[in-house]
């Protein structure tokens, strides 16, 4: 198991946001970790976008629909090549606050 005090020097914020509260929160994000002097680098999740490259930290941001990630990322996330060396934090983001932790097992993928 990797040490938890890892030091992430690249992380991707990678987002969905059908009605622009995800991307706010994307970008907030980016800017607080940017002022850490971090490689950071944002990318919009849709049907035709780019790989992620390489990353220390990759940071999924979904709305909440339906108490699930929105179709198009957990579309996305499987189509993520398979490693064992990016960190993932899945983030649901919703407007009335709900947490759901049942959100990472659903998506049934091998690793990244």
């Known amino acids: ?20 509260c995800t991307e706010t929160v994307a970008d907030c994000l980016h800017e607080q970790l940017a002022e850490t002097g971090m490689d ?4 919009k999740i849709s049907c035709d976008s780019p790989g992620i490259g390489q990353t220390d930290l990759l940071m999924i941001l979904s709305p909440v629909y339906a108490f699930s ?3 198009i990322v957990e579309k996305w996330i499987k ?4 490693t064992n060396k990016t ?25 990244f």
């Open 1 to 20: 198991m990797e040490n938890a005090n890892t030091q992430y020097r690249t992380i991707t914020i990678a987002f969905f946001s059908g009605t622009g």
């Open 40 to 43: 950071i680098k944002k990318i």
């Open 69 to 71: 990630l929105a179709d």
């Open 79 to 82: 189509k993520l090549p398979g």
């Open 87 to 111: 960190s993932v934090a899945i983030i649901p983001v919703s407007g009335e606050g709900m947490y759901l932790p049942i959100l990472p097992v659903r998506l049934e993928v091998e690793s």
